[in-house]
């Protein structure tokens, strides 16, 4: 049987996304050079009416499915589903996007091209460019470790992708599966862990390849005790399980005071250590 996709890409979408916001990310995927793909969109419970409305603006697009799903249970549920349904399809690659992001019109291009130059990799993301909420570019450039070895030394203290902006080959999910779904914020560095002990293979573009929205919200939502103690409990099974040395614990201890700090030091800690 041929793939009937490429590339399915995998997008949840809950109440408090903007609605402009998720009309530009859907476009953006929608516009890519790069046509071989479907998007597979999760609504995760209950949604305002003007969100719904855009959402329903993509009713009958022959590169678009929606899935709707009553109730609200977090991104990793919603993509776990989606990816349950994205392997129906027997694509080739599967990719991550954001609802309120805008990926780079020749992102899939890029990372396609670069997948088919490195037959050995399994995920792959690549630099990410900042934008302030209001859509008004910041100036701040992200960029991560390009080889594999280079990505397995970066996640002793920080994840080697950009979780919106990634692409894996189909094979990673026989290799991993699916999201662990006992993680609802920290669902990126968790994977990336199973995926390095399984012995996947990494790699990022040194393009930029998509535009990364700073949400209202985000210092909030990387900060509390309970999210602390998740983090500094799965860093310290990620140091244990792939031998990373001391450093690696004392960073993790020294997030975990970050995220129980106020949001300023936060905020100040994000801006010079990402």
């Known amino acids: 049987m041929n793939n009937d996709w490429q590339i399915v890409v995998l997008m949840s979408v809950y109440k408090n996304d903007n609605p402009e916001h998720f009309h530009l990310s859907v476009e953006s995927i929608l516009k890519q050079t790069y046509q071989d793909f479907l998007l597979l969109i999760g609504v995760d419970g209950d949604i305002p009416d003007n969100l719904a409305e855009a959402i329903h603006a ?56 670069f997948m088919n130059e490195n037959p050995e990799l399994d995920v792959i993301g690549g630099a990410i460019e900042e934008m302030e909420y209001d859509g008004t570019l910041n100036g701040k450039v992200i960029q991560y470790p390009l080889t594999h070895q280079e990505c397995f030394d970066f996640f002793a203290t920080r994840n080697p ?10 094979s990673f ?42 949400s209202k919200d985000m210092y909030k939502r990387r900060g509390g005790t309970k999210f602390a103690k998740e983090v500094l409990k799965l860093r310290n099974e990620i140091n244990k399980g792939l031998g990373y040395g001391f450093k690696a614990t004392l960073f993790g201890y020294a997030y975990f005071i970050m995220a129980i700090s106020p949001g300023w030091i936060k905020k100040f800690a994000y801006r010079v250590f990402r």
């Open 173 to 214: 999910f026989d290799k991993v599966t699916s999201y662990n779904a006992n993680y609802k914020k920290n669902q990126d560095t968790e994977l990336w862990y199973r995926a390095f002990k399984t012995g996947c293979k990494f790699g990022n573009l040194k393009d930029v390849v998509l535009t990364f929205r700073v």
């Open 58 to 113: 993509y009713d009958g697009n022959a590169k678009v499915k929606i899935f709707w799903f009553k109730e609200n249970r977090g991104l990793t549920a919603v993509i776990n589903n989606l990816l349950d349904e994205g392997k129906k399809l027997r694509p080739t690659y599967y990719a991550r996007m954001d609802a309120d992001d805008i990926s780079y019109t020749d992102r899939f291009e890029k990372q396609v091209r």
């Open 161 to 170: 992708l950009a979780h919106p902006a990634v692409m894996f080959r189909a």
